[in-house]
């Protein structure tokens, strides 16, 4: 036992680092983020999204320079979130909150933290709130786990849009601990369905937001271009 604690503590510090990338600088202002026309997907009826889950350096997101075939991965927004019930934006956080922990995706810690996500003219800082090292998950940061973070709630015609990025990934010990890209579809068909099942939400036809990339130089995964809809009933 006195062997294996110290071995766990160290793999738990090697983990922590990796969540916590270093900053080596002060950050952006959100307020300056400028996306090129290829970073948004204007849809009817619900404005402006953005294409990618952006970082604390306002950049696109690469799954913490997780590399699939040599080709750096992007983050997709995968989820979309509508509430047409709601009437203030805390009712709508409040709604989605609890859907969230109804679906077994309650906050979970030792993920990465400190996110964005572009919706109308802006962007929008992650829910579970940064600081805190949570993320929305269906398990512990120590197994394979579905899990992601959710951007808004924006205004949008006749009610409150959220944007999400969720994924599945795998625990890896050896050869350093870490957390592994495993896919982008199964998290988002897995989330689509659970949401649908608490009756908070149900399940729209699928948004194609534009944003499979398959490049020599960068992938999306098994990211499809399209991102699950949830509307209120």
Partial sequence: MTRILPAALLALSALLAACAPAQTGPLP???TYRPGPADVAT????????????????????????????????????????DRTSTTPEAATARLNAAMTAAGYGPKNMHSDGYSGQLGERLYPQLPPSGKGLAFSDG????SNHHGRVFGPAPVQGGYLFSAAFSL?????????????????????????????????????????????DTPQETTGDHDGQAALLTTP
């Fill in 140 to 143: 512990p940061w120590y197994v």
């Fill in 169 to 213: 990934e795998d625990m890896r010990w050896l050869p350093k601990p870490g957390h592994t890209y495993n896919s982008f579809k199964a998290t988002r068909e897995d989330l689509a369905t659970r949401l649908n099942a608490t009756g908070l939400y149900r399940r729209a036809p699928n948004v194609d937001l534009g944003n499979r990339l």
């Fill in 43 to 82: 849809l009817p009826d619900l404005g402006p999204v953005g294409r990618w889950m952006i970082t604390r350096t306002l950049e696109p997101a690469t799954w913490l320079g997780e590399r699939v075939s040599g080709r750096t991965l992007r983050e997709p927004i995968n989820v979309l979130i509508l």
């Fill in 29 to 31: 202002d959100p307020a």
